[in-house]
């Protein structure tokens, strides 16, 4: 089992209080296998994603990844998770301004020391961005900087990606065309997809479906 | 944070500009109190360009009629300070400004007869011993400042002048039908009340300078403000675009942050005084003490405050809040109710603006650069000096963004392209910050050269102006021949005659001296140009050395004549620097000086010995001559009490030098903890994207370290050219005299040591703040939910 989410709670302060937003959620993920979570708005989906990824620590239970448990993880050991066997792709892209598209792509990829020149010219072409390696964020279209963000974590072929509304900011047939190219890539690299999203048609696509309500996985 | 920095910045920019303005008015007002008092305001003054007018000539214009009062005015030591020393008759001048003892037990026959009596004000006798002066001292508050009074007769003795009146007030109530002066003393000349105010005049130079380094603090002060208006207008462009979609009219909108901004500007105002009043009365008692050192000038150390200090420190809290918010108004009047949602840049229209900026810097520095040409003086001087900073000052991002371009292209690895490429990217938020900075910098830089060139010649010129290694002073005329007699008589391998008279030279007064041949002079005395042969035409009498003052002034130079008194001319054959005097001064050989002038005192020499035996011989002096110790001064003596002066007139240069740096640095701490809020988003992901924390922290700090450094070499160019403005046009202009420019390498790595500090310091809280960053702080970056 690539990862194994296994009774985990975390409860957020509110004022005096705390707020529970995963009262024991549980999942597992093989790899290669594409994973949607749906659920209200502010249920806890992308809160769970983060957990996932290292970025945020959770109150209680265990997340492992290919058997490693995550809560004894130090900072620098869960950065060093982030630039190798697991990688993200954020709703808002989250860019890098100041670097062209092509250095973009390459960053991620650089920072884990598995920069590959070829896969990164593979990529160019496959997301249709050739052309366009030398331009800025700024410069390009949402649909185009989507392109470059899902590339940059394809590039740095993770065992896990993890995507938070990846098409949130898109129209529907930018948004089928981006997950597309993205099922598309996982498939072919055999990277597993753990997809949160509001759309039920989004998920459909996907292998698995689960639903988060009430902190539970359903 | 940004409502702190805008009013501290706001408040610092005032309160450096209040204090030195403070300072300003307060000499100036103190000059004014002395013209006053001193009649210069209110009555006519007789004077000779020749030099002293002979109590023979005032005898024949009160003969004639008129009602003149003569004065004595000269230098005297009292208990180891230097004063002015004012001899008045007190039976002829004006009663409404002549010195009256502030209790009544001092009678007139007291102030006429032997010994007689100074009068001085409070603030100016304060800390002196009564038993030290040779004549009792009483206080009156009627005398200016740093003057002493007393009647003509004692000023007489004690200057040594017998028979000598340096002018003549012409009273305001004279008989009818008098001879024209012109007629009586054709070669006196007669000058209007209020058109002597020749000690404004002198330090207008000073007052100019301490302007000039207010305006600059005030100036960096504001780059603090306009960066922080900027992006709090910035930052609150939505809540504008939603006022105006709800239907409040723009005019409103405008109109409402003005007077936000002008209750700031007031606020902020109120603190800058205070904050000018601590500063200016910290430093006025040293510059008080330059301007009695250089000028004579009378200065209390004391502060008082006047209204249009206050009205002028609101006033410009007022004029920079409103400078330095105008761009932000006026983006915020441009700015659409509706627009695309914020991207963050990459940089590439700031290069564009940054090009645009360098253009305007590039005409600032051409202007600057033609102003000493076309129009000379000191004015044009301050003109150029404003056109190279603000120029470079212009100029510094684009330079920055090039070399930092230059470093990204060679940058290996995905992080050092990252962080050039970033580092770039942030020149716009900073790049105010940095020009503070690169100005702070540069002026460190120029006048730490000034003043450590300064220091340096001075030493130098010390060394060879006071080869002697006693220097003594007699109680009178006979006593000194009695001394030089002694010391001639095996005592001493040479006596050297210090004797001078006072004279007009070039319509400036003027000192001239008469010396012996020795080589002494020959070998030791600083030239800075000459004739040939420029001590054998002195010794023969042919030739005239004239002080670089003097030279400067009237653009005399070797082979040029000048009349060192009525009726004699002589070829100048020498100039020699002469620092930290501010008036003429000019060498003839003795035999010629007491062939012109009569009187001449013949108490001072110098005397020429081995150093060990100097010790000996002192002692021998004293003991022989019963001369008190105050009458014998070494070499070393003089020269530390001669550098101590000149430390003491950089005293105030140096503490606006450190606050200055001080502003900037504060200027970089307040854009990154402005900027902090916009940062956050671009940091977070890579924090996301596998970099710790810590990590980042530390390229934050480095980042603030690597801007500091580059514009801290780029300050380096910018601070030499300062200096050779200082000393090559402005020290010319406002002191008469050129120094030459020498580097020094170790302060300039100091310097540059400390600049990379600064940007650390001021880059230490925002990276703190980011390494103690809780995760669930930096993920709101992504649930857009800040």
């Known amino acids: 089992m690539l990862l194994d989410v296994q009774n985990v709670t975390k409860t957020y302060p509110v004022a005096d209080s705390t707020r529970p937003v995963l009262d024991g959620a549980c999942l597992t993920l093989g790899a290669g296998e594409t994973l949607a979570l749906t659920g209200e708005s502010g249920s806890g989906k992308s809160t769970l994603l983060h957990l996932v990824s290292a970025l945020d620590g959770f109150d209680s239970g265990e997340i492992l990844l290919d058997g490693m448990a995550m809560s004894p993880l130090s900072d620098v050991q869960k950065a060093a998770l982030r630039r190798g066997p697991v990688a993200l792709v954020f709703q808002q892209l989250n860019l890098i301004p100041s670097l062209t598209v092509l250095q973009n792509l390459a960053f991620h990829a650089r920072l884990g020391g598995r920069e590959d020149p070829r896969q990164i010219a593979g990529l160019v072409d496959r997301l249709g961005l050739a052309g366009l390696e030398n331009r800025y964020p700024e410069q390009l279209s949402g649909g185009q900087q989507q392109r470059v963000a899902i590339g940059r974590a394809i590039a740095l072929r993770p065992r896990l990606l993890l995507a938070d509304e990846p098409t949130g900011n898109l129209d529907e047939t930018t948004s089928d065309a981006v997950l597309d190219l993205m099922l598309d890539l996982v498939r072919g690299a055999g990277t597993a997809l753990f997809l949160v999203t509001h759309s039920p048609r989004i998920a459909a696509r996907m292998d698995r479906h689960l639903v988060l309500k009430n902190g539970r996985i359903t | ?786």
């Open chain 2, 1 to 786: 944070m940004q409502l702190a920095t805008l009013v501290l910045g706001l408040a610092l920019a005032t309160g450096l500009w209040s204090a030195v303005q403070a300072i300003n008015t307060q000499a100036r007002e103190n000059y004014a109190e002395a013209a006053e008092r001193l009649g210069i305001n209110r009555f006519a003054t007789l004077s000779s360009p020749s030099g002293p007018i002979a109590v023979d000539t005032y005898v024949r214009i009160r003969r004639a009629g008129w009602q003149v009062s003569p004065v004595l005015e000269g230098r005297i030591g009292l208990a180891g300070r230097s004063f002015t020393l004012l001899g008045v008759d007190v039976l002829t001048y004006p009663m409404e400004i002549a010195p009256q003892a502030d209790e009544a037990d001092v009678s007139p026959a007291d102030v006429l007869t032997a010994p007689g009596r100074l009068f001085a004000h409070p603030d100016t006798i304060r800390n002196t011993e009564q038993a030290a002066l040779p004549v009792p001292l009483v206080t009156s508050d009627r005398v200016p400042r740093g003057i002493v009074m007393t009647d003509i007769g004692t000023a007489e003795r004690l200057l040594d002048r017998p028979g000598q009146i340096s002018r003549m007030l012409v009273l305001a109530s004279q008989p009818r039908d008098l001879p024209p002066l012109s007629d009586i003393v054709p070669t006196l000349k007669l000058t209007a009340p209020r058109a002597g105010d020749d000690l404004s005049r002198l330090t207008d130079s000073f007052h100019l300078n301490l302007t000039a380094f207010g305006l600059l603090s005030f100036a960096v002060g504001l780059f603090i403000v306009h960066g922080t208006a900027g992006l709090a207008f910035e930052q609150r462009r939505g809540m504008v675009r939603t006022l105006r979609a709800l239907g409040v009219p723009l005019g409103l909108v405008m109109r409402l942050l003005m007077v936000e901004l002008g209750i700031l500007a007031l606020v902020a105002g109120g603190l800058g005084l205070v904050l000018g009043y601590v500063v200016a009365a910290a430093l006025l008692p040293d510059v008080a003490a330059t301007l009695r050192g250089l000028y004579g000038a009378p200065v209390s150390g004391s502060l008082r405050l006047q209204p249009e200090w206050f009205a002028s420190g609101i006033g410009m809290s007022l004029a920079g809040a409103l400078a330095a918010g105008t761009h932000a108004l006026w983006q915020v009047r441009r700015l659409p109710i509706l627009t695309a949602p914020g991207q963050h840049s990459s940089g590439l229209a700031s290069e564009t603006a940054f090009r645009r900026q360098a253009q305007a810097g590039v005409a600032m520095m051409l202007f600057g650069l033609s102003c000493p040409w076309l129009l000379g003086g000191l004015v044009s001087g301050f003109v150029l000096l404003a056109g190279l900073m603000l120029g470079a000052a212009l100029m510094l991002p684009l330079a920055l963004s090039r070399v930092l371009s230059l470093i990204e292209n060679r940058a290996q690895g995905a992080l050092a392209e990252w962080f050039w490429a970033d580092l770039r990217s942030q020149l716009p938020g900073l790049s105010l910050a940095l020009m503070a900075l690169l100005l702070a910098l540069a002026t460190n830089i120029g006048v730490g050269t000034m003043v450590s060139s300064f220091r340096l010649t001075f030493g130098g010129w010390l060394d060879q102006r006071l080869a002697s290694e006693l220097y003594i002073t007699a109680r009178s005329n006979e006593e000194g021949r009695r001394i030089e007699s002694w010391l001639s008589d095996g005592q001493a391998d040479a006596v050297l005659p210090i004797r001078h008279a006072e004279t007009w030279i070039v319509n400036q007064p003027a000192r001239i001296y008469g010396i012996v041949d020795h080589a002494t002079y020959r070998d030791n005395w600083p030239l800075i140009a000459s004739l040939p042969s420029v001590w054998d035409r002195v010794a023969d009498g042919t030739g005239i050395l004239i002080n670089e003052q003097l030279a400067r002034r009237g653009d005399l130079w070797p082979g040029d004549s000048v009349t060192p008194a009525a009726g004699w001319t002589m070829t100048i054959a020498g100039v020699y620097s002469d620092y930290g005097n501010p008036d003429g001064q000019a060498i003839v050989s003795l035999p010629l000086l007491l062939s012109r002038f009569d009187g001449v005192p013949a108490r001072q020499f110098g005397v020429r010995i081995s150093p060990d035996r100097a010790p000996m011989l002192k002692d021998a002096l004293l003991r022989n001559f019963d001369l008190p110790a105050s009458a014998i001064a070494n070499q070393a003596e003089i020269k530390d009490r001669s550098i101590a002066v000149f430390e003491k007139t950089f005293v105030v240069t140096g503490a606006l030098n450190v606050l200055t740096l001080g502003v900037a640095s504060f200027a970089i701490l307040t854009s990154l903890l402005t900027l902090w809020t916009m940062r956050l988003p671009q940091l977070a992901p890579l924090w996301a994207l596998g970099l710790t924390r810590r990590k980042l922290a530390r390229l934050e700090l480095l980042r603030s370290v690597v801007l500091a450094g580059v514009t801290g070499l780029l300050a380096l160019p910018l601070g030499l050219a300062l200096a050779w403005v200082l000393l090559a046009v402005i020290n010319v202009e406002s002191f008469g005299w050129r120094l030459p420019m020498h580097l020094f390498p170790l302060d300039w790595l100091r310097l540059w040591l400390l600049a990379l500090c600064a940007g650390a310091i001021a880059a230490a809280l925002p990276a703190r703040r980011l390494n103690r960053m809780p995760p669930s702080a930096l993920l709101k970056v992504f649930a857009d939910e800040r």
